[in-house]
Nanobody, 127 residues
């Protein structure tokens, strides 16, 4: 199973960006078994949870610092999860990683519980 994240780049503060994460090596049925999510990490800091979405897409959960600004969604038919980032600020600058685990809960994902990681895509927000 591979998760390939894309969509990162440079954006000005206040701007928007959409990240995508495509999963390969999974059938349609098995992709639906996974909760998908996003983490982010800056140099010298631990990888932190950002947002998660249940297998059906019916429930989402986001960390407080991004609530109201970031939206997670998924298209199971395309084996893809998205993260829409709005009202970006320089503190959002980080490498963003998509992740998958088998939990069914609309709750925060834990680093140690992740089954699969994407390679990360860098988002840089200039002031």
């Amino acid at each position: 199973v591979q998760l390939q994240a894309s969509g990162g780049g440079l954006v000005q503060a206040g701007g928007s960006m959409r990240l995508s994460c495509a999963a390969s090596g999974l059938t349609f049925i098995t992709f639906n078994n996974y909760r998908m999510g996003w983490f982010r990490q800056t140099p010298g800091k631990e990888r932190e949870f950002v947002a998660a979405i249940t297998w059906s897409g019916g429930s989402t959960y986001a960390t407080d610092s991004v609530k109201g600004r970031f939206t997670i969604s998924r298209e199971n038919a395309k084996h893809t999860v998205y993260l829409q980032l709005n009202s970006l600020n320089p503190e959002d600058t980080a490498t963003y990683y998509c992740a998958a685990d088998r939990s069914t809960r609309p709750a925060a994902m834990y680093y140690t519980g992740v089954d699969y990681w994407g390679k990360g895509t860098l988002v840089t927000v200039s002031s």
